[in-house]
């Protein structure tokens, strides 16, 4: 079934820019989302149709979408900031949906 | 503002099905919106498991389709999880979530479900 492949994990120091990929087939013929989960907690959604920002959401957050491939930026981060973040999109026909693998954002 | 809450038995037997409901508050389950499963296994990562849609038009992740059925009611407002012949792997907190226009914008707080004899 279709993949949605994110890195494990990434660091970055308070105040620097974290990128997070997502690579997938039918990226280019389907949008991604974005979701920020917190221990314990359920996913918040963070960009919507690859690059859009739901109310509520810092400006820092933004996504943007290249071929195969969409990447969450995160300028400027937070300690808040440090989570657990997953893309989600849609099978090629749009019949079914998929989650990325998951990236872990660490914030030294 | 819609809430969305689970609930359901937090133990099942290996082999048994496991049964779910979400319960929709402030807004109809008949509006213009999916409703949808999502799972995570400890220490893992989001499952997408399946949605429906007021109409009853349901979409399934194919590697659980043969073990998954969701349903809606919409006298009581609320919309179901069964899987059947679960097993240790099955063993997940469960979300369920609205889903406007692809986003999922709105889930429950989540429940655990243990796959346990």
């Known amino acids: 079934s279709y993949e949605l492949t994110q890195p494990p994990s990434v660091s970055v120091s308070p105040g620097q820019t974290a990128r997070i990929t997502c690579s997938g087939d039918a990226l280019p013929k389907q949008y991604a989302y974005w979701y920020q989960q917190k221990p314990g907690q359920a996913p918040v959604l963070v960009i919507y149709k690859d690059s859009e920002r739901p109310s509520g959401i810092p400006e820092r957050f933004s996504g943007s979408s290249s071929g195969t491939t969409v990447t969450l930026t995160i300028s400027g981060v937070q300690a808040e900031d440090e989570a657990d973040y997953y893309c989600q999109s849609a099978d090629s026909s749009g019949t079914y949906g998929v989650f990325g693998t998951g990236t872990k954002v660490t914030v030294l | 503002q819609v809430q969305l809450q689970e609930s359901g038995p937090g133990l099942v037997k290996p082999s048994g099905t496991l049964s779910l409901t979400c319960a929709v508050s402030g807004g109809s389950i008949s509006s213009s919106n999916w409703w949808s499963w999502v799972r995570q296994p400890p220490g893992k990562g989001l499952e997408w498991i399946g949605e429906?849609?007021?109409?009853?038009?349901?979409n399934y992740n194919p590697s659980l389709k043969s073990r998954v059925t969701i349903s809606v009611d919409k006298s009581k407002n609320q919309f179901s999880l069964k899987l059947s012949s679960v097993t240790a792997a099955d063993t997940a907190v469960y979300y369920c979530?609205?889903?406007?226009?692809?986003?999922?914008?709105?889930w429950g707080k989540g429940t655990t479900v243990t796959v346990s004899s």
């Open positions: 429906i849609y007021h109409s009853g038009s349901t």
């Open positions: 979530a609205r889903v406007r226009d692809g986003v999922m914008d709105v």
